[in-house]
């Protein structure tokens, strides 16, 4: 999965549109709208921006394991360039 997907589901899971996390986050919609549905990699600071306000809808228990399927399993999932 991509990073824009794995937003997708927890945007799904809370029941947020792209309005919903651009209001939380202060990213502009249409720039939110390309890193989820394709298009732009969003920045390191986009990222984090994005799983903090995600994290902050959920149990402090589910902290690491949301942060790492956003962040870290789309690193290790990322097709390899370098051939």
């Known amino acids: 999965?991509?990073?824009g997907e794995q937003i997708k589901v927890y945007m799904d899971e809370l029941g947020w549109d792209v309005m919903d996390l651009a209001?939380?986050?202060n990213i502009h919609f249409l720039r939110l709208n390309r890193?989820?549905?394709g298009?732009?990699?969003p920045?390191?600071?986009q990222i984090m921006i994005i799983v903090n306000?995600?994290?902050k809808q959920y149990p402090l228990d589910q902290h690491w394991t949301i942060y790492?399927?956003?962040v870290v399993q789309t690193i290790f999932e990322a097709p390899n360039d370098t051939k």
């Open 23 to 25: 209001r939380e986050t």
């Open 53 to 55: 306000k995600i994290t």
């Open 39 to 41: 298009g732009v990699e």
């Open 43 to 45: 920045t390191y600071n």
């Open 1 to 3: 999965m991509t990073t």
């Open 35 to 37: 890193i989820i549905y």
């Open 68 to 70: 790492q399927s956003i």
